[in-house]
């Protein structure tokens, strides 16, 4: 369950259904954009289609096809920097084939062991002249979450 607190009504409020696909805050990002990031290995089938140069660095280009249908993206492209083997860039297609986003990954830097982007710019095609950066000036992993805030009243303090 996913849900958003909102400060300028005083309210919780579920996210869900319909909601899911609407750019989160008014922004090209929607819920299920990241909501689904941790779960391609289950969702897709890959094929590698070859090489290409990503900026300085070689990337594979990879076609991710959804095997079931409820997933965001039927058909995803993904280029794989082969170095830190992050992708740094998405294209989002419908069934229709029709491009609907596109997902730019840059300034990778190690956090431990990890590579992670520490700027991510998205595209919304449906749109014209929009996008929506979201840059990351820390990451820290193994710090714990105390379980209080996975409820709805830590969202309404």
């Not at 309210?11 to 319909?18: F, L, P, T």
């Not at 990241?34 to 969702?43: G, I, K, R, V």
């Not at 990503?54 to 993206?73: F, I, M």
Request: aromatic fraction near 12%.
């Amino acid at each position: 369950e996913l849900w958003m607190y909102m400060p300028a009504i005083e309210k919780v409020q579920k996210i869900s259904g319909h909601m899911l696909r609407q750019g989160m805050m008014g922004s090209d990002v929607s819920y299920e954009d990241l909501l689904e990031f941790t779960e391609w290995q289950s969702m897709y089938s890959a094929a590698l289609e070859g090489e290409e140069a990503c900026g300085e660095a070689t990337c594979w280009k990879l076609k991710l096809t959804a095997k079931s249908e409820d997933v965001a993206y039927p058909v995803r492209d993904v280029w794989v920097d082969q170095a830190t083997r992050i992708p740094v860039r998405q294209e989002l297609f419908a069934v229709s084939g029709m491009l609907l986003k596109t997902w730019v990954m840059e300034g990778p830097q190690a956090f431990g062991e990890r590579w992670y982007p520490t700027r991510m710019i998205l595209e919304d095609k449906l749109q014209e002249g929009t996008s929506t950066t979201l840059e990351f000036t820390e990451i820290r992993f193994g710090d714990g979450v105390d379980e209080n805030v996975f409820h709805q009243r830590w969202l309404e303090r």
